[in-house]
């Protein structure tokens, strides 16, 4: 049972404009969400992340959204560059599997994201 | 370089062998996480520990174990490989539970490709 999805495995877009990638997520207990980016050949790196208390958190050019009521996330990256071309993992925290020794994440399939010059 | 160092990088081997992964934390980080990427699918939790004892599992095979040492590197043993074991293998650290502000973020390594012939 995948508890957090990526819907679209790829999307492409043109330099300069929006890009927008998806997560839906079915545990409603998860309490905080975030974005890795991967690169080829390396590991996944921290991007954004939100708590389930905000619908909107913002830095530079990436701004997550959160619907809850809809259980679903999203990235918005303005203006895309090519340098953003990229996997991106959406992930998830459940409090009720966390201890104090740090949070269990909980993955989605990734979106291979492409910004074409 | 992200702190987290994964060895080797690549690693062939044939069906029925068994092999180690090993894994050093960023320099504070009491937890280590270790992770399976399979072709097209997304990151899949394989087991925790903080401060060298098992804190989680997820699902992990029974061919499958792990460790973590006094000096915090931590192994993944893998054995009796089967052709379906080819992945990448990430571990990823974190300092603890860092509360909603702090982000809850992992450091990935950059992961060791394991080839199963």
């Known amino acids: 049972d995948q508890q957090v999805k990526q819907n679209s495995p790829s999307l492409s877009v043109q330099e300069g404009r929006i890009s927008i990638l998806n997560c839906d997520y079915t545990?409603?207990?998860?309490?905080?969400f975030l974005w890795y980016k991967k690169y080829p050949a390396e590991g996944p790196t921290f991007l954004i992340s939100?708590?389930?208390?905000?619908d909107k958190n913002e830095d530079g050019r990436f701004t997550v959204f959160l619907n809850k009521s809809a259980k679903h996330l999203s990235l918005h990256i303005v203006p895309s560059q090519p340098g953003d071309s990229a996997v991106y993992f959406c992930a998830a925290s459940d409090p009720f599997v966390n201890n104090n020794a740090g949070n269990m994440l909980t993955f989605g399939g990734g979106t291979r994201l492409m910004v074409k010059p | 370089d992200s702190g987290v160092t994964q060895t080797p990088k690549h690693l062939i081997t044939a069906t029925g062998q068994r092999v180690t992964l090993r894994c050093s934390p960023r320099?504070?980080?009491?937890?280590v996480y270790w992770y399976q990427q399979s072709l097209d699918q997304g990151l899949q939790f394989l087991i925790q520990y903080y401060n060298g004892e098992e804190r989680a599992k997820g699902n992990i095979l029974e061919r499958f174990s792990a460790q973590q040492f006094p000096d915090l590197h931590s192994e993944l043993n893998l054995s009796s490989l089967e052709l379906g074991d080819s992945a990448l293998y990430f571990c990823?650290?974190?300092?603890?539970?860092?509360?909603?502000?702090?982000?809850?973020?992992?450091?990935f390594g950059s992961g060791t490709r394991l080839t199963v012939v």
């Open positions: 320099s504070g980080d009491l937890s």
């Open positions: 990823a650290s974190s300092v603890g539970r860092t509360g909603i502000e702090g982000g809850y973020g992992y450091t």
């Open positions: 545990n409603s207990m998860f309490d905080y």
């Open positions: 939100i708590s389930s208390i905000k």
